[in-house]
């Protein structure tokens, strides 16, 4: 079975810098792109960026110039970097993969359980 599992959410003080992680575990032959969303107590749950597997990138322009996605294709892990922190990218950051292909099957979306991003002001 294959599954996300985020890691490196915490607190931190505006303006400074977290790193996330996404390992998708499991033997997968490809992942045809990956992503992090975000979802604040009482908003909808939206985008904050994607990788695909070509290595193409796309951000919400809420976070562009600030935080960088990437991935280690050898060690099925994605990462979010963070810098410049605000108190409005406080929210539970879940990773993403979409069609998954792996020795256990197909997968057209996983998500991970989510990681608590706090920013104090």
């Known amino acids: 079975q294959v599954q996300l599992v985020e890691s490196g959410g915490g607190l931190v003080q505006a303006g400074g810098s977290l790193r996330l992680s996404c390992v998708a575990s499991?033997?997968?032959?490809?992942?045809?792109?990956m992503g992090w969303y975000r979802q604040a107590p009482g908003e909808q749950r939206e985008l904050v960026a994607l990788i695909t597997s070509g290595g193409s990138t796309n951000y919400a322009d809420s976070v562009k110039g600030r935080f960088t996605i990437s991935k280690d294709n050898g060690k099925n892990t994605m990462y979010l970097q963070m810098n410049s922190l605000k108190p409005e990218d406080a929210a539970v950051y879940f990773c993403?993969?979409?069609?998954?292909?792996?020795?256990?099957?197909?997968?057209?979306?996983?998500w991970g359980q989510g990681t608590q991003v706090t920013v104090s002001s």
């Open positions: 993403n993969a979409d069609r998954v292909y792996s020795r256990n099957g197909y997968y057209a979306a996983l």
């Open positions: 499991g033997t997968i032959f490809s992942i045809n792109a």
